[in-house]
């Protein structure tokens, strides 16, 4: 589980024994008059037959991650949506990003805590605020990447499918360039077609773009609770890392905690100090603050115990 080296050893055998029988195959099959050797190949590709390369180049959409193979997941990508909309189900409304929040789920410390000890080690700095927490999580990541997936279909079956309608979802999984954790994008086709259709009859008006936003908005809040509101000293609201809400479930909370308990997770995961990045300058208190919109209550309720 924490060897460093083994899951691409193991990853890199399959796919290699997979693409020479694959190449076995293809010669035999397609390429009774390919080339001798290298020599060979690169005096046809000089005289313009490029014939065996683009063969080749085809052939290897067997091959995950190669280019080819993710231009035919892009063409199957396009076939989906077109038979959908042809199937009158509509075109996708949605396009959802689901990160991993590893740092923070208990469950997540309590699985890898034990396969520790299963493995008869030392399990004590496997929880918040330890400073070996990163280590661990990148250790023991087939943990990390199990659960989350199993939370990505519980979110589908309690929220997705509830609150925002969907009915049929592409969903492909990715692994961040910086701390290599899991997470997921998904393209969602919803039973809300309506509001959609007339969000694009409100831009024939001439005023269109106003109607349609405030549409959506209405939509967004009646249907779903989103709502970028905040209470009354937002700013001031006493939230530290040791005390975060993204450390406990909603279903531990008194009922009449969970409004304030929901401002609290706005402020920790909706709302940031604007940097460089923002392209947006410093013009005072509360300028350089970047809200985005956040799910409410409405949402909230339905994952009550995740």
């Known amino acids: 589980m924490r060897d460093q080296i083994f899951g691409f050893f193991a990853l890199n ?7 020479a029988s694959c190449g076995r195959f293809f010669v035999d099959s397609f390429q009774h008059n390919g080339p001798e050797d290298l020599d060979d190949l690169r005096k046809r590709i000089e005289n313009g037959d490029k014939s065996f390369v683009n063969s080749l180049t085809y052939f290897n959409q067997r091959i995950k991650g190669s280019s080819p193979y993710w ?5 199957e990508l396009y076939s989906w ?3 959908h909309v042809e199937s009158g189900n509509g075109a996708p409304m949605f396009f959802i990003t689901l990160s991993c929040a590893e740092h923070f789920w208990p469950d997540i410390f309590r699985l890898i805590a034990e396969r520790m000890e299963i493995a008869g080690e030392d399990s004590s700095q496997c929880k918040f605020g330890s400073p070996k927490v990163a280590s661990i999580l990148n250790d023991y990541s087939l943990v990390v990447q199990e659960y ?5 279909e519980t979110w589908i079956e309690f ?17 961040a360039p910086g701390r290599g954790q899991i997470h997921a994008h998904m393209l969602a086709v919803s039973n809300h077609l309506a509001v959609y259709e007339m969000a694009h ?18 939509w967004a809040e009646d ?9 009354d000293g937002f700013d001031d609201l006493p939230v530290q890392r040791e005390n975060s809400p993204t450390k406990h479930r909603l279903s531990d909370l008194d009922e009449a905690d969970i409004e304030m308990d929901n401002q609290r997770l706005m402020k920790v995961v909706q709302v940031h100090e604007c940097n460089g990045f923002c392209l947006r300058p410093d013009k005072g208190k509360g300028a350089n603050r970047c809200v985005r919109t956040t799910m409410g209550t409405k949402v909230a309720n339905i994952i009550a115990n995740p």
Request: with cysteine.
């Open 148 to 152: 989350f997936q199993i939370r990505v």
């Open 159 to 175: 929220v997705g499918r509830p609150v925002f309608g969907i009915q049929h979802h592409w969903l492909r999984y990715e692994f």
């Open 201 to 218: 009859q409100d831009l024939k008006n001439p005023d269109g773009e106003v109607k349609r936003a405030e549409r959506l908005s209405k």
């Open 13 to 19: 055998y399959v796919i290699r024994h997979r693409n």
């Open 81 to 83: 949506i077109h038979h």
């Open 71 to 75: 231009f035919k997941k892009k063409g």
């Open 223 to 231: 249907r779903c609770g989103m709502t970028a509101s905040v209470v």
